[in-house]
């Protein structure tokens, strides 16, 4: 959906010539007068601009279709684009503050330039020639590098890594390799290479700080309008193209470009949010309390004739019991209001979860508004009896009783086509118990019930992997009863920023729309409320004049006055001053201060509290902003944090990639329920290290896990572990679980379904646990893939693939920790051999059986034992994953600097610079006496002078 065809150039605009108004015109799009109209509009107000790096090559192509969009649309985007322009211009740098690209004022040019060549004479040439040369001379240039050659520019990004390399490497002694150099020989040559290094660097983020200037990503834009408008019901994120990513992180201003693209879904996004809190109704919508029973519903009551196996079908359920009643032909499906306390009793079961094609959902129910509603559930476990002693995988539905457990039940709202959003989650227990959660909907969705343990009957074959010699078990569901729309205020809070208290003028069908006697007045009045809110800082006259000519020229065109304003409102959700975090280089003031700590520890807008310590100069104070980031932390809203961090620090956020390979993991098929709890046990893990302020030695090995029903039976760890809910569970002295490295989630993004490699979670470990990425394989390597049929283990392949030197130095670091890892299948399952497809060996025994949660049997071959034994690069062994995590527990500090990067990353959106490395060290001695407790860096980060400037 385009909304207008118009080209904007880097240095002025035009409008379309006649031929192509023609061409629109026959094709049934809207083209004339308005849209000249506006053009010259925006040349008169703004006037042409060009912006470079930030939008050279910014154009729109865009059509509108006649009567689709609202005239508001139209005069916005076209605003939007040019005024960013000259407002992103005037503000912003040019260029990245950053060593890899050149710095944009000529007085940082010249002060890194002359720290550059104060430096070039310090260099010992001597220490080169008899330590470095013979590898990495003109002739042999070991790795790409010729140190000869490498003089010292350090105004050249090249130049400034290869420094920096040499700097690191030679001061940690990895080179010269097998050297005898002593610490003072190596600081002797490294220091004036590292006064160089900073002084060049120190100049350039003098002149331009440490971040470019940054939109919102995503995950921060929808938090940001949801708190704006009071709607934590929007869904705004999917809306939007996905953010580019630096360092990691979608946080990082050099890869949050602006396109075109990007401006159209931002209007969209801005658009749909507006309207849906409006009031569109002069009187508050009624809040209903009703019941939805199971057997008035057609998902649930057509089910019980379903076609095919058995099981799929839904059962009728009285009570615990059968109802033998219903079985008689041509019974009601349910007696109805005649009989209210029957009706209670009555229920439908399944014993499988819900899939195609029991697709069960109390489907006469359609969310009426978005918004908060309460829901109730009257659900009971049951257990259903065999068939036949010979036949004891088939259910005899008239054979039910009260259930033996508790049965976990998820639920989602459910939109077409079946776009599912998880809800909540509660446990049915053996006798009937109502279960209330408290939610949010959006208009239009009804809701769907999971019995998430339930197995998912698919062809070709159908057993139930639950099932027992005496029965199986199953779920009753009586009813689902609804409460809401829920309103604290009507209009909502967000009407009332929109339109204060200006009176709803009742239209036909129902509909309303906002009324002015005073139109310009209100206008101006409105817009300066709307701004002080959605700004994050201080708004004067100039910011209120920059949009009301948005609104004057909708108005005159036509549009009602409530359509004017939104789209004035649309050109602001979409403005620099509220898609960017404006931070000046230097010192942070008090509003850009107490917006990196919102949008870091909630990943959303400062609140009214930080506001107000913004305004009287008060939260730069150490001890008001270590309350500030207490109460921060202890806020619901920090989980925004968390689940932000964690999706792109450990990837959490392609946990849904790479479902597990049927043939080899039938048993891991359709498992909703492993899946979301292992998300849930990395989030709730982390967030038990924050409000425990546990060392980080925890990351790598932990004597807790956070675990419901589900992941104990999956890790194997016993106790009395009953339910969905996720819980601190001690773990035996010998448990392999603890930590993140053995949590199912971290173990499944690291690999692909099929197989896991040693390298690429060796490499993962290195780079996202201890900060030690490795370089990309050289040109020509190609990857080893570990071979299903058994016959050669992936050690025995990496073996061969590591005889060439070039490959080894670099495996030496990455496979130890990844071989460790292969105690543990695709999903975090623990295994002793791996799986494959086929033998060498004639030992039947070494088949392996069974019924997946697809319902179809399968067989699987174990085969070669898992080896994970291993060698650091230090020469410390370990015989299994219990002892590396143990060693690598011991490094708590590389494992806290590295937390700290991450967090650093996160919270400024740029990486640690060779200057920002004392500042770096000043953390983690502050952090030391807690053991590096995560809480604790988190105070101490933003207590530093990196969290505290541009």
């Not at 997946?852 to 690069?873: E, K």
């Amino acid at each position: 959906m385009i909304p207008f065809i118009a080209v904007i150039g880097g240095s002025g605009y035009y409008v379309l010539n006649a031929r192509d108004t023609r061409l629109l015109q026959s094709e049934g799009y809207a083209v004339g007068s308005p849209l000249v109209c506006v053009f010259y509009f925006l040349l008169n107000v703004v006037g042409p601009c060009s912006l470079e790096g930030f939008c050279s090559s910014f154009k729109f192509r865009f059509m509108i279709p006649r009567n689709h969009f609202l005239w508001g649309q139209n005069c916005v985007l076209v605003a939007i684009a040019m005024w960013s322009l000259v407002t992103v211009r005037a503000a912003a740098p040019k260029k990245p503050a950053h060593p890899s690209a050149k710095p944009s004022p000529k007085a940082a040019k010249r002060a890194a330039g002359s720290a550059a060549q104060k430096a070039k004479p310090a260099v010992s040439h001597a220490f080169l020639e008899e330590n470095c040369l013979g590898c990495h001379d003109a002739e042999t240039k070991k790795g790409g590098l010729n140190l000869a050659a490498l003089k010292l520019n350090l105004n050249d990004a090249r130049n400034f890594a290869a420094w920096t390399k040499v700097h690191d490497r030679v001061l940690s002694g990895e080179m010269p390799p097998k050297s005898k150099l002593s610490l003072q020989q190596r600081a002797a040559f490294t220091k004036p290479i590292a006064a160089a290094l900073m002084a060049a660097e120190q100049a350039q983020l003098a002149a331009n700080g440490r971040a470019v200037w940054r939109r919102l990503n995503r995950y921060e834009y929808e938090n940001t309008v949801r708190d704006l408008l009071q709607a934590p019901w929007l869904q705004l994120k999917d809306m939007l193209p996905e953010d580019g990513e630096a360092y990691r992180f979608n946080k990082v201003g050099e890869a949050l470009d602006v396109s075109h693209v990007q401006m159209a879904r931002y209007l969209n996004a801005a658009d749909y949010a507006l309207r849906a809190v409006m009031a569109n109704r002069v009187a508050q919508p009624a809040t209903i309390n009703k019941r939805y029973y199971t057997r008035e519903e057609g998902a649930f009551a057509g089910a019980i004739d379903l076609g095919g196996p058995l099981v799929r079908r839904t059962i009728a359920v009285l009570g615990t019991q059968a109802d033998k009643d219903f079985m008689v032909p041509k019974t009601p499906m349910t007696v109805g209001a005649a009989d209210p306390q029957r009706r209670e009793q009555e229920g439908m079961g399944v014993v499988v979860s819900t899939y195609e094609p029991t697709e069960i959902h109390w489907g006469r129910f359609r969310a009426p508004v978005a918004g908060r509603y309460k829901l109730r559930f009257s659900t009971h476990s049951i257990w259903i009896g065999p068939e036949s002693a010979e036949r004891w995988w088939l259910p005899d539905f008239s054979k039910i009783s009260p259930g033996r457990r508790t049965e976990p039940i998820t639920i989602y709202s459910d939109k077409d086509p079946r776009i599912l959003r998880k809800l909540g989650s509660f446990d049915a227990q053996p006798q009937p118990t109502t279960q209330e959660l408290d939610v949010y909907l959006l208009a239009g969705e009804s809701i769907r019930p999971d019995a998430a343990r339930l197995f998912r009957a698919r062809p070709p074959e159908f057993r139930n992997p639950l099932a027992e010699k005496d029965g199986m078990p199953g779920v009753s569901f009586r009813w689902m009863e609804v409460e809401g729309p829920l309103f604290n205020q009507w209009p909502s809070a967000g009407h009332k920023l929109l339109f204060s208290d200006l009176p709803l003028k009742p239209l036909e069908k129902n509909r309303a729309e906002v009324t002015s006697s005073n139109p310009q007045t209100d206008a101006s009045r409105l817009l300066r409320t709307f701004l002080q809110r959605a700004y994050r800082r201080p708004v004067n006259d100039a910011d209120v004049a920059r949009f009301l000519p948005v609104v004057s020229k909708a108005s005159e065109a036509g549009y009602s006055f409530s359509d004017a304003m939104i789209a004035g409102y649309t050109a602001v959700l979409c403005s620099p001053g509220f898609l960017y975090l404006e931070e000046k280089p230097g010192r942070l003031d008090g509003y850009a201060l107490a917006s990196r700590l919102s949008y870091f520890l909630w990943n959303s807008p400062p609140d009214d509290t930080l506001r107000a310590l913004a305004a009287n100069g008060q939260l730069a104070q150490p001890k008001v902003l270590r309350a500030q980031t207490e109460r921060l932390l202890n806020d619901k809203k920090s989980g925004r944090f968390i689940e932000a961090f964690l999706d792109y620090w450990l990837d959490l956020r392609r946990i849904a990639a790479n479902d597990a390979d049927e043939t080899l993991y039938p048993d891991y098929q359709l498992d909703d329920l492993l899946l979301e709890s292992s998300l849930g046990e990395t989030q709730e893990f982390f967030a038990e290290l924050l409000r425990r302020n546990l060392g980080v030695k925890n990351i790598a090995a932990s004597d807790f896990a956070m675990l419901n029903e589900r992941l104990a039976t999956h890790y194997g760890v016993p106790g009395d572990i009953h339910g969905v809910t996720l819980r601190r569970v001690t773990l035996p002295p010998d448990s392999p679980r603890g930590g993140l490295l053995t949590q199912a989630s971290v173990l499944k993004v690291t690999a692909n379904g099929t197989s896991t490699s040693p390298v690429l979670r060796g490499a993962w470990i290195m780079e996202r646990v201890l900060g030690q990425p490795s370089p990309p394989p050289p040109p020509g390597v190609g990857s080893v893939e570990p071979d299903i049929r058994g016959a050669t283990t992936i050690r025995e392949q990496l073996a061969k693939h590591t005889a060439d030197p070039s490959c080894a130095s670099c495996h030496r670091n990455i496979d130890p920790a990844g071989f460790a890892l292969e105690s543990f299948d695709v999903m975090g399952g623990w295994r002793e051999n791996y799986r494959s497809l086929g033998t060498t060996q004639s030992d039947k025994s070494q088949r392996i059986k069974g019924v997946g949660r697809n319902g179809s049997t399968f067989t699987f071959y174990a085969g070669p034992p898992v080896n994970s034994s291993g060698q650091l690069p230090d020469g410390r062994t370990f015989k299994d994953v219990r002892e590396l995590k143990q060693l690598l527990a011991k490094n708590d500090v590389q494992l806290a600097r590295n937390l700290a990067k991450q967090l650093l990353i996160y919270s400024t959106g740029t990486a640690i610079r060779f200057a920002d490395r004392d500042a770096m060290e000043t953390i983690l001695t502050r952090a030391r006496p807690s053991g590096y407790g995560v809480r604790t860096l988190v105070h101490e980060i933003v207590q530093s002078r990196l969290f505290q400037t541009k």
